[in-house]
């Protein structure tokens, strides 16, 4: 009986469960709905009324995309669809306000409550949140139903969506909620429309390693048609045991108003938020009536500060480089329904490539990606929707000065907010447009600095620049005299033909060969290509004033028009890491023996190069073959390890002999980590696990189960091809859309599992050879 990875990522989960900031009384919106797409024809009059029949409809939980899309995606489905769901609030709550919050409707959505209008919502990747109060009714079923439009939007951009170079797709794809609160409450600030308002703002205008105040800002309203007395109460926990507490004197709120209330405190010898110690607290903000508590937040937070002198960074007081990576939120198949468990193992993987800081590229992320960043010590870049799109129109203008508005109110409290990119991305914007974004930044997060980024040298407080724009404009370097990131570097300089590294000069299928656009099916020596060039370009970096930078792109994507996948991902797009993974997780710094990096980059076989490249972070590195010493080697010192924190061992081997390859990495001369790579014979079977730190915890989760093509040593065959039948046993459906193909040796399966109440069970066949193997997993076993 195999069963599921449990490890640290199982403490991840239960903490970044913990990080939800809790509105009241907050529950799950995200079951029993039913869903129909192509909708066109449907007029609001009818589906928005509690007795329209929906009983052909197909029922779905949320996240939910609206339609399946092939690996590659050319023409992703767009139209409008409709959700409604039957709901009742209890005869208790009839004095209650009631809200509805959805963290992602793609793109341009309608809501209706019981046939009444409730409102409009443009933009697909903020939250919706509606106050729901006047048009529900205790003790009955109330019926929603939500109108989508995923089509190309002048107001909302980007660009149309056949030549946007990524895909928007569509859906209730994140979560939903419902929330309950008092007629005393603290309010959502994406509701209340203030600038710097609404619900509890945290900031630190004073952080040191002996001392922080920590400044807090609580919004709160009443609608009862009575004056109250309330006072309000501040406990700040640390592992939940209660370290400092606030409580007001006792206030007078009339009837119908709002009142802001400042408080803040002082902690001696904080436990501050870096990227190496993620030190996250608290704060439990209560509104007491006689006695007793009417509504609660809990608020997870991190203190730090984050300063910029001239161009270099400082967090803490430290001077920082981040290194960095751009993300695409995307999963095959399924598109933006990510799982929250998905969105946590991407972080996941991201922290353990090494890196500092997410460039969450061109759009706001999800709320439970934010999460896994604060639980894991990663830094975000976090932007607004924009990629090569503007339009002078007010109706424009105005939607994008609201996105950033709302993307500040949501993400303000999060420890991981480096930069706010309130820019659109590679956009000829004018500046006096930039100049107001940037000044919406100071206007929602005033009193401590906060910093705007955005592509033009202009109006903002940094400045981003794609590595392949410096190399065609030599003359920009040391022109931006404030701080420089370089926000997207490794990919288009490598591949397009007018990006300054003289690809003109070569015929297409050497430009193809020598990019850093490589599929794990192209084999090793392309793979290995890809990883010399992300490292020519880190090194290159660090050669410039940039206080970091940002790979371009983590996971291989959908371009939407393209006959491939966008392949310079460090991880594809099931999330299987290539040798620049390894590059890359060599970079961070040895703080410990656990930190240690020893990966081999070969799959050791009669094509493999005889110049073997191993990455590592340790002094000094041992390579043997079949047990015979081959050499001790230190770090390369060639043009392109300079600036390197721990430059790669490359070793000479005379000839190819099958068999085992085994590194050695020490650490001032102790053995601290070893890696083998073994000759594949010929294949024998096929064995099925899940996708690293995967534990699956049904309730709509889609997890990776990668049916490995092995020898009868349990060797991957790497050059293996077949298609895979896939069945399987439990609440739990197969998502792929088309055949299951082995690629380099490893075929993927995305399942949905529903529930693990019945156990899961896969059973995996190769067409062709007739290979065989299973998975099963049953709950405490």
């Known amino acids: 009986m195999k069963k599921i990875k449990q490890n640290t990522i199982l403490l991840l989960l239960l903490l970044v469960m913990q990080t939800l900031a809790f509105a009241g009384d907050k529950t799950s919106f995200n079951k029993g709905w039913k869903f129909i797409k192509e909708g066109e024809k449907l007029n609001h009059s009818l589906v928005s009324q509690t007795n329209f029949n929906d009983a052909d409809w197909e029922s779905v939980n949320l996240p939910h995309t609206t339609n399946l899309e092939p690996l590659v995606v050319n023409n992703q489905w767009q139209g409008i669809s409709w959700y409604r769901k039957s709901f009742s609030i209890k005869k208790e709550e009839e004095q209650k306000q009631i809200f509805l919050e959805f963290e992602g409707a793609m793109n341009i959505a309608e809501i209706w409550v019981n046939g009444k209008f409730v409102k409009k919502h443009l933009g697909g990747y903020l939250p919706i949140v509606a106050d729901i109060s006047s048009f529900v009714e205790a003790g009955k079923q109330n019926i929603i139903a939500i109108r989508l439009d995923n089509t190309d939007s002048d107001v909302t951009g980007p660009k149309p969506l056949r030549i946007l ?53 609580t919004d709160i309203k009443n609608t009862y048609k009575k004056e109250v007395s309330f006072s309000l109460v501040q406990e700040l926990k640390w592992k939940g045991k209660t370290i400092k507490k606030l409580k007001s004197k006792k206030e007078i709120l009339s009837a119908g108003t709002k009142r802001v209330m400042h408080q803040s405190m002082v902690i001696k010898n904080p436990k501050l938020w870096n990227t190496y110690s993620p030190n996250l607290y608290q704060l439990e903000t209560k509104i007491l009536i006689n006695g007793k508590v009417t509504d609660h937040e809990v608020t997870t937070i991190g203190i730090k500060s984050v300063e910029f002198k001239g161009k270099e960074l400082y967090i803490n007081g430290e001077k920082r480089y981040v290194k960095g990576v751009n993300r695409h939120q995307e999963y095959p198949f399924v598109g933006y329904a990510l799982s929250d468990q998905a969105e946590i193992r991407d972080a996941v993987l991201i922290k353990n490539a090494g890196f500092d800081v997410i460039r969450l590229s061109h759009y706001p992320h999800s709320p439970a ?230 990966k081999i980059a070969s799959y050791w076989n009669e094509n493999s190069p005889l110049d073997v490249k191993v990455y590592s972070n340790c002094d000094q590195v041992v390579l043997s073959l079949n047990g015979e010493e081959i050499a001790i080697q230190t770090t390369d010192k060639d043009k392109n390890s300079s600036k390197l924190s721990y430059a790669p061992f490359t070793f000479k081997v005379n000839n190819f002999v099958a068999g085992e390859l085994k590194a050695e990495g020490y650490k001032d001369g102790k053995l601290i980590k070893v890696d083998r790579v073994k000759t594949a014979k010929k294949a024998s079977q096929l064995r099925i696990k899940l996708a690293e730190n995967t534990v699956a915890v049904g309730n709509n989760d889609l997890i990776f189960a990668y049916i490995e093509v092995v020898d009868e040593e349990g060797t991957i065959v790497h050059d293996f091809a077949d298609t895979i039948d896939v069945r399987l046993a439990g609440d739990v459906a197969l998502m792929n859309v088309g055949e299951v193909q082995v690629e380099a040796g490893i075929a993927t399966a995305l399942l949905k599992v529903n529930s693990l109440d019945q156990g899961l069970s896969i059973q995996a066949l190769s067409k062709k050879t007739q290979l065989k193997g299973s998975f099963q997993y049953k709950e405490n076993e």
């Open 165 to 217: 170079d990524f895909n928007t797709y569509g859906g209730l794809y994140r979560n939903a909620w419902m929330i309950v609160k008092d007629p005393v409450h603290i309010t959502l600030p994406l509701l209340e429309e203030e600038v710097a308002g609404g619900g509890v703002f945290i900031r630190y205008p004073e952080v040191s390693k002996s001392s922080a105040t920590i400044s807090i800002q």
């Open 369 to 598: 990606f934010m999460n896994a960043c604060d639980s894991l010590g990663l830094l975000t870049i976090d932007a607004i929707l924009g990629w090569q799109y503007y339009q002078p129109t007010e109706a424009f203008r105005n939607q994008i000065f609201q996105t950033a508005r709302d993307l500040i109110r949501r993400d303000r409290n999060h420890a991981n907010v480096l930069l706010w990119e309130v820019s659109l991305n590679e956009t000829k914007m004018p500046l006096e447009f930039r100049e107001k974004l940037s000044k919406i930044v100071e206007e929602e997060y005033p009193k401590v600095k906060a910093y705007s980024a955005g592509w033009m040298d202009e109006g903002y407080d940094v400045y981003f620049q794609a590595r392949q724009h410096r190399i065609l404009h030599p003359e920009t370097e040391g022109k931006w005299k404030g701080p420089y990131f370089v926000s997207e570097y490794g990919d288009w300089e490598y591949y397009s033909k007018n990006a300054g590294l003289n690809q003109h000069k070569l015929d297409k299928q050497t430009r193809y060969e020598t990019s850093s656009r490589q599929s794990r099916v192209y084999g090793e020596k392309r793979l290995l290509q890809q990883a010399y060039n992300v490292q020519e370009a880190l090194n290159d970096n660090l050669n410039t004033s940039a206080f970091g930078d940002g790979y371009w792109v983590m996971f291989d994507y959908n371009r939407g028009y393209h006959s491939d996948l966008e392949f310079s991902g460090l991880s594809d797009i099931f999330r299987i890491p290539k040798f620049a993974y390894y590059f890359y997780q060599s970079q961070r710094e040895y703080r410990e023996d656990k930190d240690a990096v020893v």
